[in-house]
């Protein structure tokens, strides 16, 4: 497995590197779950990828609010770590760990019981409730695996291993993998399932992988061990990182309720627009994933060296993710508009999507490097505690400017799909800006995410 790293030490693009490269390797594994079971949805027709596509934004909107106290715990983990107080970064790994499993089993819970009427309420097709419904309360079920499995790689993010969360993300694919056509078309004797194959399929494969990590963790075999007392709910522990992870959790699960809406939307123009949205949103997913990748590795090195107060360095690190996260996202972006085409027909044939899909390609790609300038000023805002920056961040792109930009372009305009996509565009200009604001007055600098010893 993994070891931990001293970030507040060396070259820092190289630590960037070096931790960076299995956080993208992991995430793009994790978008490899939505990517398989589109493809093999995508044998079946435009209804069976739109159940996944209609179902994800409403399942990311209950996962965001608990990914934000999972990067609390990150925040935690890494000050403490570097400050050299090893006592407390268990204390913080067992906290994080006690407030996911409950959000988690209610969360779970709560979904289950609604997708029926939010299926309904998304304006899903007659033919299409049913499919939506049975895939996302399956996915439901699995919250708690989704969830643990994100606690853990946020602890372990934190305290400088990234290598091990990534090897298990991987097994958990494959596994996938291999389930997805099994359980999907019914081959070596198993019924066919279809879309509910695919639900299931990530259900199985999270499950086993998730349940491994917690072992990991509770024998120490990571080098971070959760004891028996650590896992006690503590209010003097559990307040702090509720304090900063509330912030975080409401930014992005405000940002995924506006894409629950904006899905909404996007359902009102077709089917056809609706698969394009889906196709093209999971391609585009997967080239943000470099930059996400930098930023949470950026966010860890901020975290430890705050945490050492070395605020230089923690100034270096920003500006250096902001130069190496631009300059990837260019190469991708260029790389996504020569063969968007092709990309698209790797999952579906159909030329009304393939149309509407190459459009929003080449749109958004333009667009895509002002999206990593948010996300490295995001790592010094989460990676010191100032949470409450990014909470504005993201509401403010998601509400104030893309939902407003998609009716005032897409519908006043008669812009049509291309006003959505020239809409997620746009808003990712201002948001980048609105994040420059942020850092210009310099309070990021004050770390936030560490206990106070009593």
């Known amino acids: 497995m993994g070891k931990a790293h001293d970030l507040t030490e060396g070259s820092i693009i190289s630590t960037i590197f070096k931790l960076s490269w299995p956080l993208i390797a992991a995430n793009l594994l994790q978008s490899l779950y939505n990517i398989v079971d589109t493809f093999w949805l995508g044998k079946l027709g435009p209804l069976a990828i739109n159940a996944p596509t209609i179902s994800w934004p409403v399942i990311f909107l209950v996962i965001s609010f608990a990914g934000g106290f999972g990067m609390a715990g990150t925040s935690f983990v890494a000050q403490h770590h570097g400050a050299g107080e090893e006592d407390m970064v268990g204390e913080a790994a067992g906290q994080t760990l006690f407030i996911m499993v409950v959000l988690s089993v209610g969360l779970g819970i709560l979904g289950f019981l609604l997708t029926d009427s939010i299926v309904h309420w998304m304006g899903a097709s007659k033919q299409l409730i049913p499919l939506a419904s049975i895939f996302m309360k399956t996915i ?24 091990t969360p990534m090897k298990l993300s991987l097994y958990s694919v494959m596994a996938n993998m291999a389930l997805d056509p099994i359980l999907i078309f019914g081959f070596l004797g198993f019924p066919k399932l279809g879309v509910f194959g695919a639900a299931l399929a990530t259900f199985i494969a999270r499950g086993i992988f998730t349940i491994y990590a917690f072992y990991l963790l509770l024998s120490g075999k990571n080098g ?27 930014s992005q699960s405000g940002q995924a309720l506006g894409f629950v809406v904006m899905t909404a ?40 060296n705050l945490g050492a107060h070395k605020i230089d360095r923690a100034e270096k690190t920003l500006k250096e993710t902001l130069l190496l996260n631009t300059l990837t996202m260019i190469g991708i972006s260029s790389v996504m508009i020569i063969f968007r085409d092709p990309l698209m027909r790797i999952f579906i044939t159909n030329p009304n999507v ?26 010094a805002f989460n990676g010191s ?68 010893r009593t």
């Open 140 to 163: 439901f079920i699995s919250i708690p695996f989704t969830f643990g499995f994100m606690v853990y790689s946020s602890i372990l993010r934190g305290y400088g291993d990234t290598v």
């Open 385 to 452: 505690g100032h949470t409450m920056a990014s909470m504005w961040l993201m509401i403010s792109r998601l509400w104030f400017m893309r939902i407003p930009l998609i009716f005032l372009l897409g519908w006043t305009f008669k812009l049509g799909s291309d006003g959505i996509w020239w809409a997620m565009g746009l808003s990712n200009v201002g948001a980048a800006l609105m994040a420059f604001l942020l850092y210009l007055p310099g309070k990021w600098k004050v770390p936030k995410a560490m206990f106070k």
């Open 265 to 304: 939307i996007i359902t009102s123009f077709g089917n056809y627009t609706l698969a394009a949205f889906g196709i093209g949103n999971r391609i585009i997913s997967l080239a943000t994933m470099f930059s996400m990748g930098i930023t949470a590795a950026s966010a860890a090195i901020v975290g430890q």
């Open 224 to 250: 971070l061990k959760i004891s028996r007392k650590n896992l006690i709910p503590k209010w003097k522990r559990l307040f702090p990182i509720i304090k900063i992870g509330l912030p975080l959790g409401s």
């Open 354 to 379: 393939v149309k509407q899909g190459t459009h929003l390609m080449i749109i958004i790609a333009f667009f895509m490097p002002f999206f990593s300038i948010m996300q490295s000023f995001m790592a």
